[in-house]
Nanobody, 127 residues
């Protein structure tokens, strides 16, 4: 069992920055691949970024590459998403997700891969 709780969402102006966090409870956090997804009103859930259990490998959607950075602190059982140069189209509920660790690939961007999900945190970017 893994429980995930997101925090750090809020309202930010276009061009600004925000960091969201996901705290995990349960055993062996470092043995899970972690990811961030987002869902805007009326749209399907969209992959943003993934990170391997060790933190040594990352994978990003083209829409966020160069602007967002995923990282993790296994000593704190926490994964982060640093979001810079935010755009109104980044407005969404941001969810973290976990699956037992595996090499990152294009499959890492599929929501169906992940077994555990947080409740989400709202990020709103104003124009």
């Amino acid at each position: 069992q893994v429980q995930l709780v997101e925090s750090g969402g809020g309202l930010v102006q276009a061009g600004g920055s925000l960091r969201v966090a996901c705290a995990a409870s349960g055993r062996t956090f470092s043995r899970y691949t972690m990811a961030w997804f987002r869902q805007a009103p009326g749209k399907e859930r969209e992959f943003a970024a993934a990170i391997s259990g060790s933190g040594l490998s990352t994978y990003y959607a083209d829409s966020v590459k160069g602007r967002f950075t995923i990282s993790r602190d296994n000593a704190k059982n926490t994964v982060y998403l640093q979001m810079n140069s935010l755009k109104p189209e980044d407005t969404a509920v941001y969810y973290c997700a976990a699956v037992q660790d595996r090499p990152l690939s294009s499959r890492s961007g599929l929501a169906a891969l992940y077994d555990y999900w947080g409740q989400g945190t709202q990020v709103t970017v104003s124009s």
